[in-house]
């Protein structure tokens, strides 16, 4: 599977809501995942989605992102990826109506007035993967840094690091077919990566 790690959004002018459109082509994830033992397998996708507001009061951030599993490459490796499918869905659902979801409230955001300003940003965050959610009910800790970019968006470059995949049920000892090569994958693929994003937010 494909690590998670980095969060880079940029936000157009600061208003209630703002929008990351995932057909742009530019709002990107990459995750790493990288086995001592074992291999390094890099997921990636140019189709992250958000609806997002901001309490500009309260200087928090809350909203939805999506990515579909089908926008999603493992090594640019249609055989990898294909495979990255079955053990995002078990074979228990179609991959085109699976997608890796955050729902999230109140992450504090403090926006820089002027161009060039900067601040930190930090707050755990929800996950879910075909629908189903951390198997301890946990979050994901995201850390990073805000900055005003002087067309007066705003860019925010966060990481979650420590995504283990097996807490969200994907790999091949929760897939069907998979059971028999389950011992000889466990040093191969690493459990534990890191999640990249990078996405660009407009107001209405």
């Not at 965050?125 to 850390?143: A, K, M, V």
């Amino acid at each position: 599977m494909g690590p998670f790690g980095t969060l880079l959004l940029v936000l157009a002018l600061p208003g209630p809501t703002l929008r990351v459109d995932g057909k742009a082509g530019n709002n990107t994830l990459n995750g790493v995942f990288e086995a001592p033992l074992g291999e390094r397998i890099t997921a990636t996708s140019s189709a992250v989605s958000c609806d997002l507001r901001v309490d500009s009061h309260h200087q928090t951030l809350s909203g939805r992102c999506s990515v579909p599993l089908t926008s999603i490459s493992v090594d640019g490796d249609p055989t990898k990826t294909g495979h990255f499918q079955q053990w995002a869905t078990n074979m228990k659902s179609d991959p085109a109506r699976c997608s890796f979801v955050t729902d999230f409230a109140d992450l504090p955001v403090t926006l820089p007035a002027s161009p060039g300003g900067s601040a930190d940003v930090s707050g755990d965050i929800p996950f879910t993967i075909c629908g189903r959610p951390r198997d301890d009910g946990g979050r994901e800790h995201l850390t990073g840094t805000v900055v005003r970019l002087e067309d007066g968006r705003y860019r925010l470059r966060a990481r979650v690091e420590h995504f283990h995949r097996e807490a969200y049920r994907i790999g091949p000892r929760f897939t069907d077919g998979w059971l028999a090569r389950v011992q000889s994958l466990a040093k191969v693929v690493a459990e534990e990566g890191t999640v990249e994003l990078t996405l660009f937010a407009s107001g209405p």
